[in-house]
């Protein structure tokens, strides 16, 4: 069954198109029947380290002519690209761990061979940031994705005071070097907000932390292996203040229902229509008469 899927993907690539490849960040059996399809086709494989992906694509019994394309070389390197597709060629791009282009090298690539007239496939799989989402327990329907969080301390502080009323998840990444900064920066405008940090997703030592910032910070400091390796912070939305001052369309509608009905009825339509409170409802009414 998995080689008939395997043959479908191969079957269904097209010369002159850079395949934008997730490789997985951390376990060899996070890559997907596509990627392994697309880098076993690729006439060219553009990599963030060669050194990396010669491992990866060796653990797969994968040959490949691989082209050094990393942050500062990108732009120069996208003209060899574009040569490689209008000579027909497949050509596929990947970074280190993860998807290309996100906080990693490939963006300007896709953007140059887009321009080119150029055809640029994504073939999903592995990303850190959907991962730590997945096991966080986040139910908002959005959330912002920073990337790496400021090295310098007055960057970071700027950064974070602007997430402290956040009504939506923030996902960012930090490194073990900066991590116990990066919380104590935390625990000043937001001590008691809710944190998971997600360290070496998919690997031996995976874990997931969650509680309160000050939480975090002290299971880091009684265990020094959970400030270790590739860490994914998602910073969950600030708790919502209840107001003590109903809305004013929910006052309307109380306002309308109060003159028609009881009180006691009127504040317990109000509040199915209204969502508000019933008792404020209520003892709204009563400052009315």
Not at 206 to 230: K, P
Not at 266 to 277: D, F, H, N, P, V
């Amino acid at each position: 069954m998995m080689q008939k899927h395997y043959q479908k993907a191969c079957d269904s690539l097209e010369a002159q198109t850079l395949y934008v490849v997730a490789t997985p960040i951390g376990n060899l059996a996070d890559i997907t029947l596509r990627a392994l399809a697309v880098l076993a086709r690729a006439d060219l494989v553009c990599a963030e380290d060669t050194r990396v992906t010669a491992q990866l694509l060796g653990a797969y019994g994968i040959q490949a002519k691989l082209l050094s394309v990393r942050e500062h070389n990108e732009q120069q390197m996208a003209g060899k690209v574009i040569d490689a597709l209008s000579d027909g060629l497949i050509v596929a791009q990947v970074s280190d761990a993860g998807t290309p282009a996100v906080c990693d090298p490939g963006a300007k690539l896709a953007a140059r061979v887009r321009e080119a007239g150029f055809k640029v496939v994504p073939v999903v799989g592995a990303s850190a940031v959907m991962g730590a989402l997945s096991a966080a327990g986040v139910t908002e329907p959005g959330f912002y994705f920073h990337g790496f969080l400021p090295a310098k301390a007055g960057e970071r502080q700027k950064l974070l005071a602007g997430w402290a009323q956040a009504e939506h998840p923030v996902v960012a990444f930090e490194t073990p070097h900066r991590i116990a900064a990066a919380l104590a920066d935390m625990a000043a405008l937001f001590p008691g907000r809710r944190l998971t940090l997600a360290r070496e997703i998919t690997k031996t030592f995976e874990t997931f932390l969650s509680g309160s910032v000050t939480d975090i910070q002290t299971a880091l400091a009684n265990d020094a292996n959970q400030s270790r390796g590739e860490m994914v912070l998602v910073l969950h939305p600030a708790p919502k203040e209840k107001s003590s001052t109903l809305p004013e369309a929910a006052q309307n509608v109380m306002k309308v229902l109060a003159a028609e009905l009881p009180t006691k009825q009127a504040a317990e339509l109000a509040a199915k229509i209204t969502g508000e409170s019933k008792k404020a409802l209520y003892d709204l009414a009563l400052t009315w008469k």
